[in-house]
């Protein structure tokens, strides 16, 4: 059974760094295309990022181009999302996902597993 476990949320001043975790079980990491997801209260959930391991190509939604990095550690089959110079409009719970099925990756309908989520707030 495929697990996704995201970690290293938390609450950090505008301008600072996180860096989230997605701890992948039950298939490795190059099972498939991944992506970070982001819901802010009140707004549907969207795309943040997403990875193809084939291709080595990634995604960035616009807002965070330049400041946020995914990546990804096959020995640990864990997920990262590298967050800097964040901003308050960054706040917002972040989920991992994966698509088996190697699509374009940047619609929830195309991921077949899904973190728990995890609070990321970025105080002003």
């Known amino acids: 059974q495929v697990q996704l476990v995201e970690s290293g949320g938390g609450l950090v001043q505008a301008g600072g760094s996180l860096r989230l975790s997605c701890a992948v079980s039950?298939?490795?990491?190059?099972?498939?295309?991944m992506g970070w997801f982001r819901q802010a209260p009140g707004k549907e959930r969207e795309i943040v990022a997403r990875?193809?391991?084939?291709?080595?190509?990634?995604y960035y939604t616009d807002s965070v181009k330049g400041r946020f990095t995914i990546s990804g550690d096959k020995a640990k089959n864990t997920m990262y999302l590298q967050m800097n110079s964040l901003k308050p409009e960054d706040t917002a719970v972040y989920y991992c996902?994966?698509?088996?099925?190697?699509?374009?990756?940047?619609?929830?309908?195309?991921?077949?597993?899904w973190g728990q989520g995890t609070q990321v707030t970025v105080s002003s």
């Open positions: 039950g298939r490795t990491l190059s099972s498939f295309n």
């Open positions: 990875i193809n391991w084939r291709g080595a190509s990634t």
């Open positions: 996902a994966a698509d088996r099925n190697y699509g374009l990756g940047l619609k929830e309908a195309e991921y077949d597993y």
